[in-house]
């Protein structure tokens, strides 16, 4: 079975500063992806960024990289130059394949709670 | 257009009520989801439509009913519900496949059981 784990249940970040939000998972599936969700006290899921097994280069998009290690199973979320936007909930994610059909379930892990501090 | 509407956005209903959840997306998704989510707690997965057609059924009790009427709404009928089914109800779509299609997610609907 699947396992998403998030070890920091809150975490403060000065404003303009890096923070590294922590993400272990465990499969013994060799194809799977990861994703990180945004959701803000509004409710709403917002995709961040993904990162597939077989990726040869970590993801980014805009502030927010993805460190992936392979290896140790880990896919931490770095959000650059925090913004006092970005306080929210963050939920890591695995697509798991459901063999003889047609789509993926998500699991998501327990989530890390963001507060950006002025 | 990459939205997820829902309606209500907000919902108090009590023990013998019958209601309905909507969900609505344009974006040519043919497979939508439906979460519950307690506070403080991730998503948790309830349903899963594709092609129109009931995929899972994560043992959700049958007071909820999910309806995919065509590929674009999604509908989740509330009857006898409990006050712990109160949580936010969150409704996504995606592209069918393998692969890295992330989920797209309606703002959810507040829901309490009085």
């Known amino acids: 079975a699947q396992k998403i784990t998030q070890t920091q249940p809150g975490m403060f970040v000065q404003e303009k500063e890096a923070v590294t939000l922590d993400c272990t998972y465990d499969?013994?599936?060799?194809?799977?992806?990861l994703f990180w969700y945004k959701q803000p006290s509004s409710g709403e899921m917002i995709f961040l960024i993904y990162?597939?097994?077989?990726?040869?280069q970590n993801a980014t998009e805009g502030r927010y990289s993805l460190n992936f290690q392979k290896a140790r199973k880990s896919a931490n979320l770095v959000i650059s130059a925090s913004q006092l936007g970005d306080s929210a909930m963050y939920f890591c994610?695995?697509?798991?394949?459901?063999?003889?059909?047609?789509?993926?379930?998500?699991?998501f892990g327990p989530g890390t709670s963001l507060s950006v501090i002025p | 257009d990459t939205e997820v509407t829902q309606t209500p956005k907000h919902l108090v209903m009590g023990m013998t009520n019958k209601k309905s959840l909507k969900c609505e997306q344009h974006?040519?998704?043919?497979?939508m989801y439906w979460y519950k989510q307690k506070a403080k707690k991730p998503p948790e997965l309830m349903f899963v439509?594709?092609?129109?057609?009931?995929?899972i059924n994560e043992s959700v009790p049958s007071r909820f009913s999910p309806e995919c009427p065509n590929s674009s709404l999604l509908n989740l009928h509330l009857h006898a519900l409990q006050p712990e089914d109160s949580a936010l109800y969150l409704c996504?779509?995606?592209?069918?496949?393998?692969?890295?299609?992330?989920?797209?997610f309606g703002p959810g609907t507040r829901l309490t059981v009085t």
């Open positions: 990162q597939g097994s077989y990726d040869q």
């Open positions: 499969t013994s599936d060799p194809s799977y992806g």
């Open positions: 974006m040519g998704h043919r497979a």
């Open positions: 994610a695995m697509r798991e394949a459901q063999m003889k059909t047609s789509y993926d379930k998500v699991i």
């Open positions: 996504a779509s995606s592209q069918v496949g393998h692969g890295s299609y992330e989920q797209y």
């Open positions: 439509y594709s092609y129109e057609k009931l995929s």
